[in-house]
């Protein structure tokens, strides 16, 4: 892949105020390295959530917006200004007691769909390890979050989807059931859902290619492969029919048992489920491979390489599979900010800046 | 005047929406230094809304006679009806010109979320005129929201008896404005909906 000459996300500057424990820190990073150290509980994650919630426009961390501003303030503020490749283009987001306010080029704008294809960014975090053996919901909103990103259309779609399921379930925990105001709400569901279906499995069909490579170049020998299990078919018609066949049982549960928000992902390694036969080892393998499809994936979908946060993984890593990251990391060129309580443990190749976290203070190393 | 009376302009002023007290007490303030003939007529008419304007009982338009002129009005194709969601959906529409049928508003939009049901909406009446007029068609113009399209859905559902040709205005590419600049999902539904040339 000719990375070199992709264009990056890459942050030239970045401001905080009354973030977490930051009271105020301004922070020049390295375009390419940047290792953040300090020991656990400085507020070294703070960063990286800041800089997570500039693309992602939401915490990674909480969905209280009250936790994220320093204690005893009113609000708090992120800013950054971002390189060459995208023109110097100036982030703020403002997060107070009312919302949250965002602005690009000191205009206020209302994001749409294209703004978080404007930013790219891979967060791999340790909460990514249950990647593999949790629940449904972490690997639907493994693909979600990054098909936010590759798909313009996709946030519209999906909150679209949301609404459209709020309101069936809303119609089915009414007593008499209310078929004029069911039946709209199915086609909406079946519409809006099959879009969904067919958007992930696109998406998911080219995350597994990267994903093979991925566990290949890393387990040197295993054949990784990402299944897409919707739990509706991507067909409107046949969507209906099963809302159709569920409705007594919806109606019973108090929500809408089958659809896209019921679906899950499958992680193959040498075709067996590595939720079902991976070792400890093997579902390490998996998370990395997961992670370097998903940054390689949305590299080419956004066309610029996403910038990277890595929260504390090698912790979570063995010493073989740490190298490879790094290998990845050295060949992708892209941006990255990695926390560490160990940074002499962290072996990059390419241009470094060390940075120390303490008590919410940011000093350069 | 006592500033009693100023009080309980503003606390009433500051009811209406979009108008916070700060803004209605500015409005107050402003009413005194204005001419006192504006203020008496802006008093006055505001004072005549309830027995001036009525909902027209065909269509559910607010206008100063019932039925609306627009219902009342016999050179309007009577056969053709366009659903709105509100009244300025309404204005919108007619300020364009070529729609000559008549209107039929809903006063909301299905949303059992927001405690909106299909009872809540003028759908009755809307059943009624299309039985006793010999509609031939009827035009849904709500907005392409999730809630406008649940809407359309309900509409054609609660016309499915009479036979009635039930259709749905376009959504797509606004005109004069530009492809580069219009949104993915929008893109995306206008290439869906693409017609033959």
């Known amino acids: 892949m000719p990375q070199n ?32 150290s300090g020991r656990n509980g400085m507020g070294k994650t703070n960063l990286i959530e800041s800089i997570y919630l500039l693309g992602a426009l939401r915490s990674f961390r909480t969905s209280v917006r009250r936790e994220i501003i320093s204690q005893g303030e009113r609000d708090a503020k992120i800013s950054a200004r971002f390189g060459q490749s995208l023109h110097g283009l100036s982030v703020e987001i403002q997060l107070g007691a009312q919302g949250r306010q965002i602005s690009m080029d000191g205009k206020a704008v209302v994001p749409d769909g294209d703004y978080f294809r404007t930013l790219p960014m891979v967060l791999f975090h340790p909460g990514n390890m249950e990647l593999v053996q949790g629940a449904p919901e972490t ?28 309101n069936r379930n809303t119609v089915i925990r009414r007593q008499p059931l209310d078929m004029r105001a069911l039946v709209p709400f199915d086609s909406a569901l079946a519409k809006l859902g099959s879009q969904i279906v067919a958007s992930r499995a696109a998406f998911t069909a080219q995350l597994s290619q990267f994903f093979e490579e991925g566990v290949l170049e890393v387990s040197g020998g295993n054949r990784g492969a990402i299944r897409y299990r919707p739990r509706v078919s991507g067909d409107e018609a046949a969507f209906l029919q099963v809302l159709d066949a569920k409705r007594q049982l919806d109606v019973d549960r108090g929500y809408t048992t089958c659809g896209p928000h019921a679906d899950d992902l499958d992680f193959e390694v040498d075709g067996r489920s590595a939720k079902k036969y991976a070792s400890q080892g093997q579902q ?62 962290i072996s990059t190749s390419g241009e470094r800046a060390d940075f120390c976290v303490t008590n919410g203070a940011l000093s350069s190393l | 005047m006592s500033s009693g009376t100023i009080h309980e302009l503003t606390a009433l002023l500051s009811r209406l929406p979009g108008i916070g007290k700060r803004t209605a007490a500015r409005l107050v303030f402003h009413l005194l230094d204005a001419d006192t003939d504006y203020v008496r007529h802006l008093g006055a008419t505001v004072a005549a809304l309830p027995d001036k304007i009525f909902r027209c009982a065909i269509c559910g338009n607010l206008d100063e006679s019932n039925p609306c002129h627009l219902c009342a009005d016999p050179s309007r194709d009577a056969t053709l009806i366009c659903v ?35 009872d809540d909406l003028n759908l009755a009446l809307l059943h009624q005129n299309v039985t006793a007029q010999q509609v031939r068609e009827v035009i849904v113009a709500t907005r392409p929201s999730v809630e406008g399209e649940a809407t359309a859905l309900l509409i054609q559902q609660t016309l499915a008896d009479t036979g009635v040709a039930v259709s749905r205005i376009a959504a797509g590419v606004p005109h004069g404005s530009e492809i580069e600049y219009t949104d993915a999902r929008t893109l995306e539904r206008a290439l869906a909906d693409r017609k033959a040339m």
């Open chain 1, 284 to 345: 390490r393998t998996v998370v990395l491979a997961a992670k370097i499809a998903e940054t390689r994936v949305l590299s080419q979908r956004c066309h610029r390489m996403p910038l990277l946060l890595l929260d504390d993984v090698s912790s979570e890593l063995d010493r073989d599979r740490n190298r490879h990251l790094f290998l990845f990391l050295s060949g992708v060129g892209g941006q990255v900010f990695i926390t560490t309580t160990h940074p002499d443990h």
């Open chain 1, 5 to 36: 000459t992709l264009s990056k996300v890459q942050i030239d500057s970045l401001s905080l105020v009354q973030f977490r424990n930051i009271a105020r820190a301004e922070f020049a990073p390295s375009p390419r390295f940047n290792v953040i």
């Open chain 1, 139 to 166: 690997r639907r909103r493994f693909l979600d979050r990054a098909l936010f990103q590759a798909d313009a259309a996709y946030p519209q779609l999906y909150r679209q989807y949301a609404r459209a399921l709020a």
């Open chain 2, 84 to 118: 709105v969601e509100r009244i300025p959906d309404l204005w919108a529409v007619e300020t364009g010109g070529t729609f000559r049928g008549r209107y039929h508003v809903l006063h909301g939009l299905l949303s059992p979320l927001d405690g909106v049901g299909p």
